[in-house]
């Protein structure tokens, strides 16, 4: 029943069996004495000989290996799921990322030298992408193939942009880790991410983690006080290794997926340095469970594993939104797209010329009663695209549209604005938002960017990088630009004061302007 449900439930071609077994808690011992435990899963006909994916996890073995090993074990692999190091029956203290590149390294050893494996491919999304990249430069000829989905090289780093500081995503995942071996976890999780919630807006923030769910949580302390430049991160920004990668890799990620802008880096390594890599963007969030990565590992995966080339495809395939629509490119970013600057002006326009005059628009920002957090990219339930009308109704939410368009206007590849702005406190951040306004005025996010600031109660262009796009803007449409000073609690408020946001307490409301004519949002446009 479950192999069906999960046939229906992502679309998949019939498997070449539904009848697999598992080996339980297989022992791995790791340079020091530890032990981790894997699971073992093959077609009840024997697995000898198949290709191994090889899955490392913080998130235990049993329904996790249900969605995610399953499938291959079904369709021609033999899947070998592993706990990390200090989480569910495997030993020593778990280290968010800090131990995945020795601990891997010793796993594929042991791997290599089971009699039952012989080629292995990398496989797995998120942390279960990262610890790829951890050995990426070390691999045995016996690893054929990567595929890396929703992920990146550095991952951490992302919460910690010096441009904008991330709260909501690296929080979170720190609390689900910090409970996720209690007793009924999954039946608590709904409760649980209720007071998650509310937490976030505890003040000071160094005290949301007990709030949370009753404990320290040194990652989250990590995250509160120490800057991407800190040599608390050491080890974990494995980026360096990208270009030393020989085998294939196929990387897939999501236009609002939390890791989608080191994804596209880490992939423009592996193209500039002429390695055999594909890329495949979707229309995504981090959380959305597709069939393609699958699809990947049985037509990538596999071939390479069996010493074959996958079918010829373009090296970059973008579900480009609007058109809604797959299309396949020689290359991140696509050629053909050249830069164009659209102007915020006066009346809340937004135009392709320049505008002849400048002027201000103003807005009040209270992080007492911050801009909140709609759709995008995030965890929660309402992430990806939604209507904004509610939050571009606020009066902390300015807005800059075109007129309608006249004809299609496509946009692929980097989003970046300079936003030209002041404030009545010197510590202030800028929030910028892409949208498509539709035949019936609803608002649709497209994508967005933050950048904190200092020395703000003097002029100063804000530069907002937004997430990268592959977006048509249909002929009736308009383009829309919203200009803020939050997304809370995808982002930590700006207290206003200068102080540590892990340790403000005091949140100052600011007089925030927007100085029209000079501020642009430049768009890849073909």
């Not at 024997?46 to 995610?68: E, K, M, N």
């Not at 042991?110 to 491919?121: C, E, F, K, R, Y």
């Not at 690296?170 to 996720?180: D, E």
């Amino acid at each position: 029943m479950i192999s069906y449900l999960i046939e229906r439930k992502l679309k998949l071609s019939p498997p070449l069996t539904r009848d697999v077994v598992v080996q339980r808690d297989l022992r791995v011992p790791m340079p020091d004495g530890v032990e981790l435990l894997a699971d073992r899963w093959m077609p009840h006909s024997g697995g000898d000989g198949l290709p191994t994916a090889l899955i490392r996890s913080p998130y235990g073995r049993r329904g996790f290996g249900t969605v995610f090993a399953r499938p291959l074990a079904e369709r021609g692999y033999q899947v070998l799921i592993q706990s990390v190091r200090g989480g569910f029956g495997s030993g020593g203290t778990f280290d968010p990322m800090r131990q995945e590149r020795a601990d891997g390294l010793a796993t594929l050893d042991w791997l290599v030298a089971q009699p039952w494996s012989d080629a292995i491919v990398l496989y797995g999304l998120s942390y279960l992408g990262h610890v790829q990249w951890a050995v990426a430069d070390q691999l045995p000829p016996q690893v054929k193939a990567m595929i890396p989905i929703v992920t990146e090289s550095a991952l951490t780093l992302e919460f910690l942009r010096p441009d904008g500081i991330s709260l909501e995503t690296p929080f979170g995942w720190g609390v689900l880790v910090g409970t996720q071996e209690r007793p009924l976890a999954m039946l608590r999780k709904p409760f649980q991410d209720k007071k998650t919630a509310k937490a976030l807006q505890v003040l000071p923030l160094v005290q949301a983690d007990v709030a949370a769910f009753g404990e320290r949580s040194a990652y989250i302390q990590d995250i509160l006080t120490h800057d991407a430049g800190s040599a608390r991160w050491d080890g974990l920004d494995h980026s360096h290794r990208v270009p030393g990668v020989t085998v294939p890799v196929s990387s897939i990620g999501g236009w609002y997926d939390i890791f989608l802008p080191g994804q596209l880096r880490d992939y423009r390594v592996l193209q500039d340095n002429g390695r055999n890599a594909r890329l495949t963007v979707g229309p995504w969030t981090h959380t959305d469970i597709t069939a393609t990565p699958v699809e990947e590992a049985l037509e990538f995966g596999l071939a390479h594993a069996n010493g074959m080339a996958p079918p010829h495809r373009e090296p970059v395939r973008l579900y480009v939104m609007g058109e809604e629509a797959w299309r396949d490119f020689p290359s991140w970013p696509p050629p053909g797209y050249s830069s164009q600057r659209f102007h915020l002006t006066s009346g809340g326009v937004l135009s392709a010329e320049v505008p002849a005059e400048s002027s201000v628009d103003s807005y009040r920002y209270d992080p007492a009663d911050p801009t909140p957090a709609v759709g995008g990219v995030r965890l929660a339930g309402d992430s990806g695209r939604v209507d904004n009308t509610a939050l571009e109704a606020r009066p902390d939410v300015l807005t800059y549209t075109t007129p309608l368009l006249e004809k299609d206007v496509e946009v692929i590849g980097e989003v970046s604005a300079e936003i030209w702005f002041s404030s009545s406190l010197p510590h202030a951040d800028v929030f910028v938002r892409l949208c498509d306004v539709d035949s019936d005025g609803r608002s649709w996010n497209v994508c967005d960017g933050l950048v904190s600031l200092t020395g703000a109660q003097e002029k100063q262009c804000a530069t907002v990088r937004l997430w990268p796009t592959a977006y048509r803007f249909r002929c009736g449409h308009r383009i829309r630009v919203q200009v803020s000073s939050g997304a809370f609690p995808r982002y930590a408020r700006n207290p206003g004061t200068g102080e540590s946001r892990a340790t403000a307490t005091t949140l100052l409301a600011a007089d925030q302007t927007v100085h029209c004519g000079q501020s642009v949002i430049t768009l890849p446009v073909r």
